[in-house]
Nanobody, 135 residues
Framework: LRLVESGGGSVQAGGSLRLRCEVS????????MGWFRQAPGKEREGVAA???????SYADSVKGRFTISQDNANLTLYLQMESVGPEDTAMYYC??????????????????????????????WGQGTLVTILS
C-alpha cells in the first residue's frame, strides 16, 4: 500500500486548504479511508472518514468546517478545510483500510480505523503533509 499526501502549506487563520491523497497498491478497493493529524507533542487523532458508499463521519472539532471526499474509483482522497484556525496546525496523514474490511458503512469511522488491529488494522501511513495556520 502506498499513500502520498499533498496540498499542505501555510495559510492565514480563517482561510481554506485542500489536501489530496493518492492511494495505490491494493488490488481491490478499500471501503474505508480517512484523514488523521498529529500536532507537535500530541498523539495522532482522527479527523474524518469516508466509506465507499459515500457516507462520512467527522471529529467534533472539524464538523461543519472540513469535508472529506473521494473519487469514484476510491483512488484519490481529499480533505477540504475551511475556516481553519491555529488548532488545525498539524501533520496530516491519510489512511486506507485493507480491502474487505468495513464493508458495513456504520463500522467505518476514525476511532475504529485508528484502534483496529489484526487483519483490518491500518498497514501503513504516508509521509504526511504539513499544515500550518498563521494567526
Amino acid at each position: 500500500l502506498r499513500l502520498v499526501e499533498s496540498g499542505g502549506g501555510s495559510v492565514q487563520a480563517g482561510g481554506s486548504l485542500r489536501l489530496r491523497c493518492e492511494v495505490s497498491g491494493y488490488t481491490y478497493r478499500s471501503h474505508c479511508m480517512g484523514w488523521f493529524r498529529q500536532a507537535p507533542g500530541k498523539e495522532r487523532e482522527g479527523v474524518a472518514a469516508i466509506h465507499s458508499d459515500g457516507s462520512t463521519s467527522y471529529a467534533d472539532s472539524v464538523k461543519g468546517r472540513f469535508t472529506i471526499s473521494q473519487d469514484n474509483a476510491n483512488l484519490t482522497l481529499y480533505l477540504q478545510m475551511e475556516s481553519v484556525g491555529p488548532e488545525d496546525t498539524a501533520m496530516y496523514y491519510c489512511a486506507a483500510a485493507p480491502p474487505f474490511c468495513y464493508i458495513d458503512p456504520p463500522r467505518c469511522g476514525i476511532v475504529a480505523m485508528i484502534t483496529q488491529t489484526g487483519l483490518c488494522g491500518l498497514e501503513s501511513w504516508g509521509q504526511g503533509t504539513l499544515v500550518t495556520i498563521l494567526s
